[in-house]
């Protein structure tokens, strides 16, 4: 048990709709990543918050947006879902400032765009 | 652009040692982690490289040439709960703790 919690497990919703992925982080780290995990894509990072504040993009779409709260939970939207959407959604978290940058992963959601 | 090239798929057999290779391509650098991923589940951390060398962690060691842009995964002993995906990914592109992750190697340990 890494210490990260996401919810829902899985989610199951149709083309069109809107959904929101939420992340509970380690206690006390300050850095919340989302990753996007597809068979064809691999693990794509997607977008980086430290302490509340946007702090790196990767590949994330248009449709998709993220915010962290101050209580550092964090939440991914998707938006406008597609086939393609469907995925295995992570959310990682660490310090933020060790030398290693270890990240912690949470369990996952299994995002299934009918 | 940035890549990372890994094998898709290594077997080995229980007890014996396997080494996994990757190289990068990317446009910024710090350095160069390894994850341990069972099927379906969350990766976890193995180690991480910031300088040439190799470090040691237990069965597991790591190593870096920066000069080459390439580092390998060394497994020792194989067990069966080896058997999982391992994933080398750079930090640096997107920024200092960002990390792009390569497609993954699937390590089959067999009896």
Redesign the interface.
Known sequence: D?G?TQTPKHLITATGQRVTLRCSPRSGDL?V?W?QQSLDQ????LI?YYNGEE????NILERFSAQQFPDLHSELNLSSLELGDSA?Y?C?S?V?TS??????????TRLTVL | GQSLEQPSEVTAVEGAIVQINCTYQTSGF??L?WYQQHD??????LS?N?LDGLEETGRFSSFLSRSDSYGYLLLQELQMKDSASY?CAV?GN???????????TMLLVSP
Do not use: D, H, I, M
């Not at chain 1, 691999?42 to 990072?45: E, I």
């Not at chain 2, 920024?95 to 497609?103: A, H």
């Open positions: 890494s990260v850095s990543y990753y691999g693990l794509q990072f980086q702090r790196a993009k990767g295995l992570f990682a660490s933020g030398f290693s940058n270890e990240q912690f992963f949470g369990p996952g | 710090y350095g982690s379906g589940g969350a990766p976890t951390f991480y910031a994933f930090s997107s920024g200092y703790s960002t990390l792009t992750f390569g497609k993954g």
